[in-house]
């Protein structure tokens, strides 16, 4: 049986710029940051939960021959490769402010959603990255049809 998420991988163009942004703006803390000849294993964790890591990984060997490492890279800057992360927290709102004090720049701002408020920035290599305040209590279709949006609760 599974019993959690320990890694998931962020593609980044350079990981030292991607310390910068995802450890000194956004507050991560470097869990490894080990040279293993073949690469750089890297990763970092929100300070509250060091258990779930985040691998920012370059395209390239050993994971990618150089062709598919290029489609990745080309893919990643067109901000094509899916949320790399939802981050939560307490205050939205707060959080937004703080964030953009520290120079992070936002494409969306602070919003209230059926499943809580949040907003959305792109790290400096694309990656689309949400901040959510989460709402109380599971989120069903009629959380969205209160807020006028349409959806269909799947689960049987």
Known sequence: ??????????????QDEALDFYCGKLGFEVSADVDLGFMRWLT????AQPDRQIMLEVPGAPFADEETAAQLRDLLTKGA?????????????????????????????PTERPY???????????????ITQPAEGPVTAEDFAEHGESATDLRA
Do not use: Q
């Open 1 to 14: 049986m599974l019993t959690g998420i320990s890694h998931h991988s962020v593609y980044v163009l350079d």
């Open 44 to 47: 970092i964790a929100v300070p």
């Open 81 to 109: 490769l899916g949320a790399a992360a939802i981050l939560t927290t307490d205050d939205c709102r707060a959080t937004y402010e703080d964030l953009r004090a520290k120079g992070v720049e936002f494409t969306e701002e």
């Open 116 to 130: 809580g408020i949040d907003c959305a920035l792109r790290d400096p290599f694309g990656n689309p990255v949400r």
